[in-house]
């Protein structure tokens, strides 16, 4: 049986005082909750200050990106190494505010100039990251045009295709993905819960197909695209949602850990 898994990510949100505060209030809220995996994701600058807060509860930290590259000169990048010894265990890696998309509903020239992220580099960072034995969250989704041209599932496939090629299953036992369609970022728009039932089951096949049965019975596959409290209980119970990668609702602990309550 899988647990439920239920990660915040901060995006570029609170400074360091603020970001404690809020665990801080967060961490009092979460105490009893230990049937489900919880993970903050606050900025890099963060990192290392949650990481004292958080060591001694069973709240673990997650970095929001990290360079597949060791060291270098590689201005404004974050290493896995440096990650790790800020305290993380988790790593959102795809994320498509990342891939190129920015928080934009469809990739344009200037969108794609900010990062440009690709499966080859995720690839690259999910490799990095079993490396440094860091849990990867796996984050795919369509556009609003990708599925309005009935394109959902090839586009999910292809990114978990290009993501996972030639890594060894055995090595992603720590794997997890989030269904992520992009046009319910921040947007206020859930996905439907039974479509997003059924494409987190249609990723769950493809891992089986891809990676084997023990891998697609071990990964969790979370939904996110404004995940709240109104609406987590129902997207969670559905049988293929494992949890949720929260953006806007987790940067209130309140809000956050009605949420994880709700897993
Ligand atoms: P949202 O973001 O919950 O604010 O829609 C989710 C995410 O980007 O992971």
Known sequence: MRRKLVAGNWKMN??????CAAVEAFIDAV???????????????ALHSIFQLVRKSHVALGAQ???????????????VT????????????????????FGKLEVTPETLSFFAETDHTINLKIRTLIYHDIAPILCVGETLAEREAGKTDEI??????????????????????????????????????????RVCGMI?????????????????????GSVKASNSKELFH???IDGGLVGGASLDPHEFSEIVRHA
């Not at 609170?14 to 970001?19: D, G, L, P, V």
């Not at 769950?204 to 996110?224: C, F, K, M, P, T």
């Open 238 to 240: 559905q049988p293929n």
């Open 14 to 19: 609170m400074t360091i005082a603020e970001a």
């Open 82 to 101: 440096q990650i790790a010894e800020a305290g993380a265990s988790f790593c959102i890696v795809g994320h498509s505010e990342t891939r190129g998309k």
């Open 204 to 224: 769950r096949d493809q891992l089986n197909s891809l990676l084997g049965e023990e891998i697609a019975d071990s990964a969790r596959v979370l939904y996110g």
């Open 156 to 197: 999910v496939r292809a990114q978990l295709v290009g993501a996972l090629e030639g890594i060894e299953p055995a090595e992603l036992m720590k794997l997890s993905v989030a269904y992520e369609p992009v046009w319910a970022i921040g947007t206020g728009k859930t996905c439907d819960s039974d479509e997003a039932n």
């Open 65 to 79: 990106d990290a360079f597949w590259m060791e060291k270098g000169a590689f201005t404004g990048q974050v290493s």
């Open 31 to 45: 105490e009893l909750r230990h049937m489900v995996d919880v993970v903050i994701c606050p900025p890099a600058t």
